[in-house]
């Protein structure tokens, strides 16, 4: 009925919206924690080894725990998980602050990796879900609203500490305050429950083959990205003999690129495909490498890292839909990606300081280049399986994490075990 297609249509719509919201707290929780990690190491007494040391915890945390949210999701029906994940995440910022000594800082950043693994990998499975009942690309601005989360967050952390606000006062204002904005919001995600006789998912799986191969094309982009976000400064302050403010700044204008290209990618997705984007997106950032290495003045070396930005952007949020639609497990597959994209961002920086101990800057660069140009040759794994969206697309209907599923909204029940295209279900 045409009813039922509008009240379905204004659904998806409050749905997408809710979900970019979580992804924005999402993105918060993780600017508020940076931007106080020079008090949380002063407050712990830790060196700078010990410091590097413990910020590996996080992404082992997640590395583990990831894996985990799709057995949470299935018990627990998508829209209470994504809650109680979400919860856990925002909670867990008030712990590195507290911790009195670099095993309990390590001990905290665990936890707060874990449970910023399984919220990230719990509201990614939503956003595709969204993504395929719509027909049309929103990953990209969902990761964007992730980018503007981290900046609110930073800015708010930066203020905190110019003050010289107590850390421990401020990521329990920032958690409390989370925490209820992120209850609000989970309130209109869509409520996505296994039927009784459906199998539930192993507790702990290893991610599946797709998963491995869509994951190196994440990999690429967040090495790049990590690279980029943790050393441009550095490479402009050393190798070309910046002051350290315009050194400083590259970082952030860095940022906003990614930020602003992710907020306005979902068009240029529906316009091109995934495929034709992340391809083209990895001849800009090879060549925004190259500028980089070869950069004569620093004014090259900016428009290099704008280039690495604007080419990487939008790879990771393509990386999870394609996940998504890779298996008839969707969480797995994330996990796997997300698992693969975590591990980039960790060995990413001190794989770039290693090789630029051993030779320079411009060499580790050169690295960062290469990973740039494997985008332009891997993209086509993006396409190959289920549904894309854009120009890549063909109709087929994909199917949800096991059997079937209901969306639970306003009181009744819908079927939404159909594709986009399917009868009754036109919603785009």
Not at 13 to 36: L, N
Not at 94 to 107: E, I, R
Not at 220 to 227: K, L, Q, S, T, Y
Not at 338 to 365: E, K, M
Request: aromatic fraction near 6%.
């Amino acid at each position: 009925m045409a009813t039922e297609t509008v009240l379905g249509a204004e659904r998806l719509r409050r749905a997408r919206f809710a979900v970019a919201a979580v992804f924005c707290v999402h993105g918060a929780v993780a600017g508020s924690f940076a931007t106080r990690i020079p008090w949380i190491a002063d407050h712990a007494g830790v060196s700078a080894g010990q410091l590097g040391l413990a910020l590996a915890f996080p992404a082992l945390g997640a590395s583990l725990a990831m894996p985990l949210a799709g057995a949470i999701s299935h018990r627990m029906g998508a829209r209470p998980a994504l809650r109680l994940l979400l919860a856990l995440w925002t909670l867990s910022l008030t712990l590195p602050s507290l911790a009195p000594d670099v095993w309990g800082l390590a001990a905290a950043l665990f936890v707060y990796g874990a449970t910023s693994g399984m919220s990230d990998v719990a509201m990614n499975a939503l956003g595709v879900e969204v993504e395929r009942r719509l027909d049309r690309s929103i990953m990209s601005s969902l990761h964007g609203m992730w980018s503007v989360g981290a900046l609110l967050g930073s800015a708010a952390g930066t203020l905190a500490a110019h003050t010289g606000g107590d850390a421990r006062v401020h990521h329990l204002i920032a958690a409390v305050v989370l925490t209820a904005l992120g209850l609000l919001f989970c309130q209109g995600v869509l409520d996505l429950r296994s039927t009784p006789d459906e199998e539930p998912p192993p507790r702990f799986a290893l991610p599946p083959r797709s998963a491995l191969v869509i994951g190196a094309i994440g990999f690429c982009g967040v090495f790049a990205e990590g690279a980029s976000l943790d050393w441009s400064a550095v490479y402009l302050r050393d190798q070309l003999g910046t002051s350290a403010g315009l050194a400083a700044a590259s970082t952030t204008a860095f940022a906003l690129t990614m930020a602003v290209v992710r907020l306005v990618g979902d068009r240029v997705v529906d316009r091109f495909g995934p495929v034709r984007t992340v391809r083209t997106g990895g001849v800009a950032a090879t060549a925004g490498g190259a500028l980089v290495v070869l950069a004569p003045h620093p004014a090259v070396a900016l428009a290099g890292f704008g280039l690495i930005g604007l080419g990487i952007a939008v790879v990771v949020p393509l990386a999870f839909a394609a996940a998504a639609r890779s298996g008839p497990n969707p969480s797995q597959a994330i996990a796997g990606v997300a698992t693969i994209t975590y591990t980039s961002g960790l060995i990413a920086p001190s794989a770039i300081g290693g090789l630029a101990d051993l030779t320079s800057l411009a060499v580790s660069f050169g690295v960062v280049t290469v990973l740039a140009f494997g985008l332009v040759l891997g993209a086509g794994v993006l396409g190959r399986s289920g549904t894309p969206t854009g120009a890549d697309a063909a109709p087929t209907t994909v199917p949800l994490p096991g059997k079937a599923a209901r969306d639970i909204t306003k009181g009744t029940t819908q079927d939404i075990a159909r594709g986009p295209g399917a009868p009754g279900n036109n919603a785009s």
